[in-house]
């Protein structure tokens, strides 16, 4: 098991407008040095967290879907962030996971955050992705569902949790609070990527985007401020803390398969 290398973008986002946001990704990914195994882009990164699922979905043989694909190929490397799709007659919020030279992975958000009425323009997702990046078992999850610890749960089933978000900074406390919380519990490192700005609703965002270790201490930790930044996840210290505190086999096991709420 090598070490992983992740990459984090932090930035504002174009209110609903999918075309400026590719390009303003595609800019700062060009301006990452060197190579890179996973970029990291928020949650809706084409149009800010909307409700409006019917104008602003694409489908999964769309622009934005191209474009991932072509940026993957382009840098050698593993990109995911979320989208609107439109799938048949229901609209998802979808954590696409696109691999450099395989089709695409993907992940609904199963908690539809109802304060915004997400529930009521998404259909939930119901099971759980877990892909391989290398040796690497990576379970990407969208914003929302960072509050849910039983399905952020696994007893020694992933390395690496991740989470992409548009989380508004009154609540940004929560953010830092469970982060390292689910790193600790899961005996793993996590990451979450979230966005700065403020959307069309009016709504502020501080940033924070974060990578922490499975002690729960930040490894990266951004303010609010636009970031590009990439680091290296220890492989060995990992395994090597399994070994000396092996909590994951005491651990309960929860079911993650029932229908959402």
Avoid at 136 to 153: A, K
Avoid at 200 to 205: P, Q
Wanted: proline fraction near 6%; aromatic fraction near 10%; charged fraction near 25%.
């Amino acid at each position: 098991m090598r070490d992983l290398t992740v990459t984090l973008i932090q930035t504002t986002l174009d209110w609903q407008d999918a075309a400026a946001n590719r390009t303003r990704f595609a800019d700062l990914i060009a301006g990452i040095d060197g190579s890179t195994d996973l970029i990291v882009l928020p949650e809706m990164f084409t149009t800010g967290f909307t409700m409006n699922s019917v104008s602003q979905a694409e489908t999964m043989h769309g622009e934005t879907l191209a474009w991932m694909s072509r940026m993957a190929r382009d840098r050698n490397t593993t990109l995911c962030g979320s989208l609107i799709i439109a799938d048949d007659s229901r609209y998802t919020n979808r954590l696409i996971w696109m691999p450099p030279n395989a089709p695409p992975a993907v992940y609904d958000k199963r908690h539809l955050f109802r304060m915004a009425g997400e529930h009521e323009h998404f259909t939930p997702g119901r099971g759980r992705l877990i892909v391989r990046l290398g040796d690497w078992r990576v379970c990407p999850l969208v914003c929302y569902d960072l509050r849910f610890p039983v399905f952020s749960r696994g007893v020694n089933e992933f390395d690496l949790l991740l989470y992409v978000a548009n989380w508004p900074a009154p609540r940004r406390s929560a953010w830092r609070t469970l982060l390292p919380a689910r790193a600790v519990e899961n005996l793993c490192y996590a990451a979450g990527v979230n966005r700065i700005g403020t959307d069309g609703n009016a709504v502020a965002y501080a940033g924070d985007s974060m990578i922490v270790d499975y002690f729960g201490n930040s490894i990266v930790d951004c303010d609010d401020r636009e970031h590009v930044v990439t680091t290296r996840l220890d492989a060995a210290a990992l395994l090597r803390y399994r070994k000396k505190f092996p909590a994951h086999l005491d651990a309960d096991r929860f079911r993650i398969d029932d229908p959402p709420p």
